[in-house]
């Protein structure tokens, strides 16, 4: 552990804890939404997809007020507000459920 090192070896200034790289939980869902957002060159999903997902979120989180939407701009993505902007997605548009997790599941 990183942290646990710098403080054994009273490595405590701020050039050595610049390279200590804290676990950040927030950074695997900021890449899904990436990966989500993404439409690849050589990708068989149809541009459109990408759209309509980008679209349906951004109008659910500016539904949702600034506490959401601020956020999510910020790539701070918080667990509460993230259930909220699925949750209203899942109710608006429940045929792009599937699509999804097809698109972004597992390859």
Known sequence: DAVEDALQNDALDRASLTLVN??????AATWMFQKSFVHPVSSQRPASFV???????????????????????QDVVQPR???????????????????????????
């Not at 804290?22 to 950074?27: C, D, F, L």
């Not at 759209?51 to 701009?73: A, H, I, K, T």
């Not at 902007?85 to 899942?90: D, F, H, I, K, S």
């Open 22 to 27: 804290g676990y950040a939980p927030n950074i």
């Open 81 to 107: 507000a993230l259930l909220q902007v699925l949750g209203l997605a899942t109710l608006r548009d429940p045929l792009n459920i599937l699509p999804l997790c097809y698109w972004i599941g597992p390859q």
């Open 51 to 73: 759209n309509r997902l980008m679209r349906q979120n951004y109008v659910n989180m500016e539904d949702l007020g600034d506490d959401v939407l601020r956020p999510f701009n």
